[in-house]
């Protein structure tokens, strides 16, 4: 018997699949199922992470294939955004060349690993043909007002010369170039998000999305944000110098009006207006207002930051007491949330108590716990935040927390103070980026028209060429003298002198419509929409759970526009959402803290023994053999004699169970060991930039693409991490060489073999694993599935003593139950039994319900609540007939010598059989 080798098998069973078009999508579909991964970016190789997310994918739109739905089931490249800017900085060629030479590679991988996806639907968002329909839809958003042009704050690198967003400056530099990040205002593309809030929110729970995880779902509510409140004005009185022209008041947003009697302080934020006039004629102000816009500007690091404030000459008057309360501008104050101003209350919010015991300010406690005293009822260094009852607030007090919101609003409101009102966190999405590797802006900028579009008969507006050393540069090329002749245009509305916007799409926007232009691929539309509603919403979208809020956010509101313009009926891109788990690796550092990759490595396991210096040697070469370690290049090379060496290693192997040693300088090419010991980390994500990734095909080179994707849905449940380890895809291939075995050793079984009958063991052992690995993968319980895999796989043991025709259901449908997870071998498989064409063509298997209940069933029967023995019986058996086994039990009966059986109760399973005995004695 030919032994199973799995890379030409797999390459064969490609090649048919090409030959036969076997994945390409139904152009009329009847019963349409549309299966879409998060497409990647094209980064240079894919790790072993990558293939985890397809192989998800793949099971699912392959086991749907052969339910007898039409499957949709693409792929294509993110392809746009900075990382290949700066890879062209780096290497000095283009960003076009990077990006496309990173595809072919990336796309060869991915075909290695058998997925069943249409490459004719392939496509990158830096293809002119999708960028094009992208500047179309930009046009027809336009238009429709969706979009809009305003100044905004942004964080501004000098060096890059590019806008940063706020997760983007640490410690107030810029993440890559290093310089200060400067604050300034500059006008940008907006796509008004905000006016979609509510609708985006509902979606949430009126069941539109009830096949989301709900802690997706709650990350998107947060992310939204919705909160009741009031919008009111605090009347201001300078005390030193002038207030702005036209300002009498400070207005602010609260979620908390019921703790108004609780403020000690007004704050502003730095950005406001009234901390900008105040800077002007105070040098103290101004260094300030520069401090804190140099330090980090994202939520998690304001949050994090030390309180810090500054006084403003200027008091605001409280609406119920009459007291005047200082201003300060404050750090922790977000000019992008409400009003940029708030009133403090210490008492029950941490922020504004940390800031007051800082600055000495008065902390009054508004809001009692419900065990507290409220004439003794104090704040320490924790502020209050649970609800209470309301004290020390006058025509509040005694009133519960959700009863002192409304009154409050409704006392302000009567008194003309300010109104009750609905926000939002949400903000409208900035979408220019000042760089070139991105989609073109359709707009031409005259000084007497204004913001002009592009006219949609001359899209797509496309990159100029630019040579490569420019990327040498910094900043956007667009802007410089190598462009000029594509930026220096006429105004398309009054001839005069223009220039396009240099400004190019977020990538965002890329990956917002994505999903729509894999349904339908028109040339002069985005799509077509019969054939994009035919298949959309995605029934089954999977990616990770880092995307979860603004890619989703995105995508659900770029839907609505196209609904609105006219592309389609859908409001919703997916019905349902899975985010998987990250594939997990150790990590190596050598004594500087620098990564190392696992190639740089050498494993040595202690064995126990106390080696003498002579044996150190032949324990290393042992090793070799016998811990199956990772080998550079698998080249031998020279190791040092050293026994003081070899000891060190011995020693930190004893303590730490291995010990790593670096043998090579990286990209040296010598094979001299450096002989330093390495730092073996903790599992972490598996990235480039850790250098713990693992090359898929290293794996298919070894193992074969299928006992990789086995194993990496196998080892966990599919929404959780997973290691990778060695050993666990060794497992994978012992499992694909087991089945190859068995199915060769039944060569032609499926020809003539005829049709089972009965209900022997085998056949309700067929059965009964059809419909779990069936339910197990429709419930994305990968694992499981697998596990029964292993399970039906040990049942097959016996197969030449069983019937011909219950040997051949056996095997097909081990076959097809298979093939989802191993489809190479799947189909070598199907074609050594005798099946007919593929085995992707073949139907699913359907289980027998009559199959599936066993004759009997075994009970535990538990004595006060402990588990002593266990009864078989009758699946059909009467409660008597059970409740009388049990007590007859032996271990039971032992049991129970010398006490008195009180009650005996005998629990159901459903739909038949039965749970447990509980039996009561003392």
């Known amino acids: 018997m030919a032994k199973y080798d799995p890379k030409p098998i797999e390459e064969k069973w490609q090649a048919r699949w090409r030959e036969a078009e076997s994945f390409a999508t139904p152009k009329d579909p009847k019963n349409p199922y549309y299966v879409l991964e998060m497409f990647p970016y094209p980064s240079g190789r894919i790790h072993i992470g990558h293939v985890r997310n397809y192989a998800m994918g793949d099971v699912v739109a392959r086991t749907k294939r052969a339910q007898g739905y039409d499957v949709l089931h693409p792929m294509g490249w993110d392809a746009f955004g900075l990382p290949a800017e700066n890879a062209a900085m780096q290497t000095g060629g283009h960003p076009r060349d990077w990006t496309y030479g990173n595809i072919e590679v990336m796309r060869g991988q991915l075909q290695r690993m058998g997925l069943a996806l249409d490459w004719s639907r392939e496509f990158a968002t830096c293809d002119e043909a999708y960028y094009g329909q992208q500047q179309r839809l930009f046009l027809d958003f336009l238009s429709r007002g969706f979009v809009e042009r305003k100044e905004s704050m942004v964080n501004w690198d000098p060096v890059d010369h590019t806008v940063l967003a706020n997760e983007q400056v640490i410690d107030g530099k810029g993440w890559r170039s290093g310089a200060p990040v400067e604050r300034r205002v500059l006008s940008q593309w907006f796509f008004k998000i905000t006016d979609r809030a509510e609708d985006l929110l509902a979606a949430l729970d009126d069941g539109r999305l009830a096949g989301w995880p709900e802690h997706v779902r709650q990350m998107q509510r947060n992310w939204i944000g919705k909160s009741k409140g009031l919008k009111m004005a605090f009347p201001l009185t300078a005390q030193a110098g002038a207030l702005p022209e036209g300002t009498r008041d400070l207005p602010i947003y609260t979620t908390r009006p019921d703790t108004l009697y609780g403020a000690s302080f007004l704050g502003v934020a730095p950005d406001h207006p009234l901390a900008k006039h105040f800077a002007h004629d105070d040098p103290g102000l101004a260094q300030f207002l520069t401090e804190c816009q140099a330090a980090g ?68 406690p508004v809001v009692c716990p419900p065990d507290a005293d409220p004439a003794t009822f104090e704040v320490g260094d924790e502020a209050f935040t649970d609800p209470g009852t309301i004290i020390n607030s006058d025509f509040l007090d005694g ?53 002009v579009p592009v006219p949609q008969d001359q899209l797509p507006v496309t990159l100029p060429d630019v040579p490569a050393e420019e990327f040498k540069k910094t900043g956007n090329p667009l802007d410089r003298d190598v462009c000029k002749d594509w930026r220096e245009v006429p105004c398309l509305s009054c001839s005069g002198p223009a220039r396009r916007e240099t400004d190019t799409m977020d990538t965002f926007v890329d990956s917002s419509w994505y999903y729509a232009r894999f349904a339908s691929q028109p040339e002069g539309a985005p799509v077509a929409k019969a054939e994009a509603d035919a298949w959309l919403p995605v029934n089954q979208y999977i990616g990770g759970i880092e995307h979860a809020i603004l890619h989703l956010l995105y995508a659900r509101y770029f839907m609505r526009n196209m609904k609105d313009c006219g592309y389609t009926d859908r409001d919703e891109p997916f019905e349902n959402l899975f985010t998987q788990g990250m594939v997990t690796h150790e990590t190596y550092r050598d004594h500087l803290f620098q990564y190392v990759s696992p190639d740089d490595v050498e494993f040595i396991k202690w064995d126990g023994s106390e080696p003498s210096d002579g044996e150190l040697r032949r324990m290393w070469d042992n090793a070799k053999r016998v811990s199956n370690p990772v080998i550079l290049n698998r080249e031998e090379h020279q190791l040092s004699d050293d026994p003081d060496f070899f000891r060190g290693v011995i020693d930190v192997a004893k303590r730490e169970g291995r010990a790593g040693i670096r043998l090579f300088t990286p990209g040296s090419g010598k094979r001299e060991p450096i002989r330093e010991f390495v730092r073996i980390l903790p599992i972490e994500k598996m990235s480039k930039s850790k250098k713990n990734v693992v090359s898929p095909d290293a794996i298919a080179d070894r193992y074969g693409a299928d006992a990789a994707r086995f194993f990496m849905l196998s080892d966990s449940p599919p929404e959780r991490d997973v290691e990778w380890t060695e050993s666990g895809v060794e497992g994978a291939s012992r499992f694909v060489n087991r089945v190859y075995d068995l199915c060769a050793a039944h060569e032609g079984v499926l020809a003539g073999a005829g049709t089972p009958e009965g209900t022997s063991d085998l056949r309700r052992a067929t059965h009964g694993t059809v419909q779990g690995v069936t339910d197990d993968i429709a419930a994305f319980r990968f694992n499981k599935a697998i596990a029964r895999l292993y399970e039906f796989l040990g049942s097959l043991k016996g197969l030449k003593d069983a019937p011909a025709p219950e040997t051949a259901e056996a095997l097909s449908a081990l076959a097809r139950l ?69 007590l007859a039990e032996p271990a039971v009966v032992r049991f129970l010598e010398g006490k008195e059986v009180r009650k005996v109760i005998a629990v159901p399973n459903k739909p038949s059989g039965w749970r447990i005995v509980n039996v009561v004695a003392g």
């Open 297 to 364: 500007t994202s939520e998690e690091a304001i949050e994090k930051a030390e309180k810090r404030g500054y006084r403003l000459p200027v008091t605001g008057r409280h609406p119920f007491t009459d007291e005047e309360l200082p201003v300060y501008v404050a750090n922790f104050i977000l000019m992008t949330y409400g009003t940029g101003a708030i009133f403090a209350c210490p008492a029950h919010d941490q922020r504004d108590l940390d800031f007051a015991r800082k600055y000495d300010l008065p902390v009054k």
């Open 399 to 451: 009133l519960p927390v959700e009863e002192a919101l409304p009154a409050a609003i409704a006392k302000i409101e009567e008194m003309g103070w300010g109104e009750g009102t609905t926000n939002y966190r949400l903000r409208d999405w900035g979408v220019s980026r000042q760089r070139y590797w991105g989609c073109p802006i359709p707009v031409i900028h005259c000084d007497a028209c204004g913001a």
């Open 818 to 886: 298979v093939a989802p997870f191993c489809p190479h071998l799947a189909e070598e498989c199907w074609s050594a039994l005798g099946g007919q064409g593929l085995v992707c063509d073949a139907p699913w298997p359907i289980a027998e319900p009559s199959l599936l209940q066993a004759d009997t069933v075994t009970v535990p029967v538990q004595v006060g609540g402990k588990k002593r023995g266990e009864v078989t019986v009758a699946a059909d058996a009467d409660r008597e007939t059970v409740e009388a086994a049990a």
